[in-house]
């Protein structure tokens, strides 16, 4: 498959082609989760794949406890459903401790009983959420000598947690306090996990892929021997290096000419991260910022977007990072508008600005 096929196949299965007439919540459970470390990243990402969305679809079920924010994969903030949560959680628990392993609060707190650690924690965080700033000074307390914000992390690391609203809302801001999603959503967690029901998942949403996407996305290690066992039920393509590509083997593969109109994606999206060969949305030498949203032009990364809010009207600005034929230039100000009018249904809308810096 040619790096443009890729790209369109890819595209067409996260609803970026073409916005879907589906219930936010189960574009989210197709997505296998969202992007959360900034709370309101996943609502842009449904904007950008749901006709019509209604952020309050989603803010309802955050209040609800029917939908939560929690480390699920890469160690990273999520929006999942709880359902889905419940059940990625126990298959991430051992890359959730691999991450923490690397850390500084892993060896500050190395001495330290974990099982009495994480049993303190949860009763601490179930009694009532906290912030790591509110439980730190608590369970200094319980181990004088070792620094209560490890401690802290180790607990919010290791027990699955999720932070409770008004934190993920729509329009609203709070710190980030935990509790356990067994006391928040009132659901126990299964004892077994089925690694391959999740490839299959991934490879709806995000293939063609590597095994190497597939690591990269999750951070789960013992991939290889999942996939070998799958590989009698998977589609078995080539990228155009001779790369090795697993699909599910009646998924859509689109045609490299499929339309591929502009999109504007938060600063974290998973589609931008879910491959270890991000070359099917990135042309080499065009580097997002890190620190802005990101727009896709023609179905490839072409420069970064942010909402200004200060001194007067909302307005948003473009950096453009290559150059843009005039129907593109003219498509993405029209999105940009859309976009300013959902952001802020309620003020007074400004320009677009674009700035060139290729």
């Given amino acids: ?86 059940v990625l959680r126990p298959q991430l628990q051992a890359t959730l401790a691999s991450v923490l392993g690397s850390t500084q609060y892993a060896k500050d707190s190395r001495d330290v009983d974990r099982e009495a650690l994480l049993g303190l924690g949860r009763s601490l965080l179930e009694e009532k959420p906290m912030t790591r700033a509110e439980l730190a000074p608590i369970l200094e307390e319980r181990w004088p000598g070792v620094p209560g914000a490890s401690l802290a992390q180790v607990v919010t690391y290791l027990l699955p947690v999720i ?83 697993f699909d599910l083997p009646n998924a859509p593969i689109l045609d490299e000419d499929t339309p591929a109109p502009p999109r504007f994606l938060p600063e974290y999206d998973n589609v931008l991260l879910g491959h270890a060969d991000r070359s099917r949305f990135f042309i080499h030498g065009v580097i997002p910022p890190g620190w802005a949203g990101n727009l896709l032009v023609d179905g490839m990364y072409s420069g970064w977007w942010k909402l200004i809010t200060a001194q007067g009207p909302v307005r948003i600005e473009l950096g453009l990072l290559r150059r843009l034929l005039d129907s593109d230039l003219d498509a993405v100000g029209e999105e940009a508008r859309r976009l300013l009018r959902f952001a802020h249904a309620d003020s007074d809308v400004g320009e677009v600005v674009f700035r060139r810096e290729w």
């Fill in 1 to 86: 498959m040619s790096r443009r096929a890729l790209n369109r196949t890819t595209l067409g299965r996260q609803l970026l082609l073409e916005r879907s007439s589906r219930p936010a919540a189960e574009v989210v459970e197709l997505l296998v989760g969202m992007q959360a470390q900034n709370p309101i990243d996943p609502y842009y990402a449904l904007w950008s794949r749901v006709e019509g969305f209604d952020p309050e679809s989603i803010s309802g079920m955050v209040k609800r406890g029917e939908a939560v924010r929690g480390a699920l994969m890469r160690g990273t903030i999520h929006l999942a459903t709880t359902p889905d949560f419940s």
């Fill in 163 to 245: 932070q409770v609203p008004p934190r993920g809302l729509w329009g609203q801001a709070g710190p980030a306090a935990w509790t356990t999603i067994e006391a928040w959503a009132g659901v126990e967690l299964p004892a077994s996990t089925d690694v391959e029901r999740t490839v299959t998942r991934y490879l709806a949403a995000f293939g063609p892929a590597s095994i190497a996407d597939m690591r990269i996305w999750s951070r789960l290690s013992g991939l290889r021997p999942v996939i070998e066992q799958m590989r009698g039920r998977l589609r078995v393509l080539a990228d155009e290096n001779g790369g090795e590509l």
